[in-house]
């Protein structure tokens, strides 16, 4: 609201188009004339703003052009009976709202933003002439006009706009807010930037949260002398950190679901968006054209084809993984051995700090081949939907990510059992490594930013060719926001967004703590400090650094809670083996009745890490209670719906028979 309790536009979308076609071209059918006029035409507000080298076109929606935009993409909504029905404008008051109040989420403006901009296509007969810096094109008949644009490279870029107001707020209550260690405006989150950016904090605050035990357990076994029960300190702090690790999961489950439940996010997991085909929607594992080749014909004949379908696409699942970790052993492993073993053999520090820098740059550029040619592998793969091709790219890549990290600790706890060693790399991955990351994750984007400013100027000061004109400088939000690197996966940008370095930091320092535990109990200690530093960091960086992310749906964090529970399971085995050695390196525990004791112990542990679910149940009591409401309200209304159907037909046969 203005000062005089007007709403202001909340310009939402940019569109970024060469300026070189406003300069030139002031006649009929100029590109941006056409552009401008068209958005207006579909009820989108439009505010034009001049850059150093581009123009850019703000989009702002009122709620009833977003409202037909749902209504005629037949976007499904949560109503007050617990079903999800499709959007009709004339009967919102039946949908629920979001948090926030509005009645759509990001998520849900965002798709119709893209259906309305690139929903504007030739409806004439006729194909339509634009011009552009002196040029003529032609607008095909049914052919969408951004498309085109975009296709000439008129259009540069379509991007998400930060709402400035909101994100003023964010900063203030999330970002810059150092008095809650892990407390997070987690339904403002969700407003701002969608669910899988909210679950992702959600997740990182629960786990720096539940970090605080742990670390105070470490403290006290790392700085306390037990005596004579010294030996047991170890043993129990294994366990009591196996539990944790087991409990934490089981309850960040159970809030999964509250999230959902709260944001009124069907909690149905797996389920892909699949395509529209007569009515019933097909997954992308099974074959549309053939399905339509065989319905109606021989049963048998379908099912075959279902069958072979099916089962293709596991195969070719299982020969990618296959391929994916014999390269892992044959060529990643020799190669972390090799370098393991040298900085064992190694006096000198110099010669040490030297091979570790020729080893990340080498490790780096196997990684970037690594995840080329996962993508490339998955692409033939038969998978639902993106987010099962993401998950799969999650696999692929932290496979070699899992080598890369850990083969070299295995070696100086496992091979050589040498604790010293051990400890001082644990130190230096946890504090030097999680230390420079997050100096170059936030310094990264400021210096991309800055070079793609200053080349910006400088071409605009070539373009002029020294004609005399005042200082050159950006000066509008929506430039500088356009300057900025989009939040994008370093391995990939198509299928995954800058979560999955995210995650994967957060994965590794799992593995990390967790796997070495009975090595450095102040790992934990270390990892809950860092963590609260996480999350300030990750927020100010998705804040300030960065365009505002592309918004994507989500249920859980996906793949990721597989790999975590994984490291779990590692962790056991491998704190197991750690015990074994380092109380027979000592000589305070004979090896026999010593190795019968860990081994029943990690039994023990195994069994209650898969039998802990019968417990603690992953869904709480009111939202399953909800769930089963709703679904009883939607059978009620669904079989009243239907026997007046049935009495209308039945109504309607007997009236024609007695005529």
């Known amino acids: 609201m203005n000062g005089n309790g007007e709403e202001v536009a909340v310009y939402e979308i940019a569109v970024v188009v060469s300026q070189s076609n406003v300069i030139k071209d002031k006649e009929i059918g100029d590109c941006l004339d056409i552009l401008v006029a068209e958005f207006r035409n579909v009820g989108l507000i439009v505010d034009i703003v001049s850059g150093v080298s581009d123009e850019f076109i703000k989009v702002a929606a009122p709620p009833v052009t977003l409202g037909r935009a749902a209504a005629e993409i037949q976007l499904k909504k949560p109503t007050r009976i617990g079903m999800d029905l499709q959007f009709e404008w004339e009967e919102m008051d039946a949908f629920l709202k979001q948090p926030d109040g509005s009645l759509f989420s990001w998520s849900e403006r965002f798709q119709c933003y893209h259906h309305l901009i690139y929903g504007i296509v030739n409806k004439s007969n006729l194909m339509i002439s634009l011009k552009y810096d002196g040029k ?299 230390v420079l990351e997050n100096l170059l994750e936030n310094s990264l984007p400021y210096m991309k930013y800055s070079y793609k400013k200053y080349k910006t100027i400088r071409n605009k000061k070539k373009h002029e060719n020294n004609k005399p004109s005042g200082k050159i400088h950006v000066s509008t939000r929506v430039e500088k926001e356009y300057l900025k690197p989009a939040y994008s996966a370093s391995i990939v940008e198509e299928l995954e967004d800058g979560l999955f370095d995210d995650f994967l930091e957060l994965a590794l320092q799992f593995g990390m703590i967790m796997m070495f535990a009975c090595a450095f109990p102040l790992a934990f200690a270390f990892a809950a400090v860092n963590n609260i530093m996480e999350i300030r960091t990750d927020a100010l960086k998705l804040l300030s650094m960065f365009k505002r992310p592309v918004p994507r749906d989500a249920v859980t964090i996906g793949a990721w809670i597989n790999i975590f529970q994984f490291l779990i399971v590692m962790s056991i085995c491998t704190n197991s083996a750690l015990l074994v050695w380092l109380y027979d390196q000592e000589g305070k525990w004979k090896i026999e009745p010593g190795l019968a004791a860990i081994l029943i112990m990690e039994h023990v542990l195994l069994l209650i890490k898969f039998g802990f679910s019968h417990f603690v149940p992953e869904e709480p009591a009111w939202v399953r209670a909800n769930r089963v409401r709703n679904a009883t309200q939607a059978q009620d209304v669904c079989s009243k719906q239907l026997l007046r159907t049935i009495s209308g037909e039945k109504t309607s046969n007997e009236s024609k028979k007695n005529e």
């Open 136 to 434: 003529e094109f032609c607008w095909e008949v049914g052919q969408s006009l951004l498309q085109t644009l975009e296709s000439k490279g008129i259009v540069k870029q379509v991007f998400p706009l930060h709402a400035e107001m909101k994100r003023k707020k964010l900063l203030r209550s999330w970002a810059l807010n150092w008095w809650d260690l892990t407390d997070q405006p987690i339904d403002e989150i969700y407003s701002y930037f969608g669910t899988k950016v909210a679950i992702y904090f959600a997740f990182l605050g629960k786990y720096t949260q539940w970090l605080f035990f742990p670390a105070a357990l470490g403290l006290i076994v790392q700085l306390v002398d037990f005596g004579s029960l010294q030996l047991l300190a170890l043993p129990v702090f294994f366990i009591s950190i196996t539990l944790w690790a087991v409990l934490f999961f089981q309850f960040w489950k159970r809030k999964n679901y509250a999230l959902l439940a709260r944001w009124q996010i069907n909690c149905t997991i797996g389920i892909g968006q699949g395509h529209k085909l007569l009515g019933m929607k097909w997954s992308y594992r099974q074959p549309p054209v053939e399905v339509i080749k065989t319905l109606g014909t021989d049963k048998a004949r379908e099912k075959e084809l279902y069958q072979r379908h099916e089962w293709l696409g596991h195969l070719m699942r299982f020969r990618n993984d296959v391929f994916v970790i014999l390269s892992i052993i044959c060529l990643q492993l020799p190669f972390e051995l090799a370098y393991a073993h040298l900085y064992e053999v190694i006096g000198s520090d110099i010669i040490k700090f030297g091979l570790t820098a020729i080893y990340l740059f080498v490790i780096q550029y196997f990684t970037q081949i690594g995840g080329k040619i996962s993508v490339k592998l998955i692409k033939n793969e038969n998978n639902e939907n993106s987010e099962n091709r993401a998950d799969s790219l999650v696999y692929k890549v932290f496979g070699l990510y899992f080598m890369q990290s850990y083969i070299g600790i295995f070696y100086h706890a496992l091979l050589h059992r040498n604790f010293r060693t051990l400890r001082q790399v644990l130190i230096q991955r946890l504090i030097i490594s999680e």
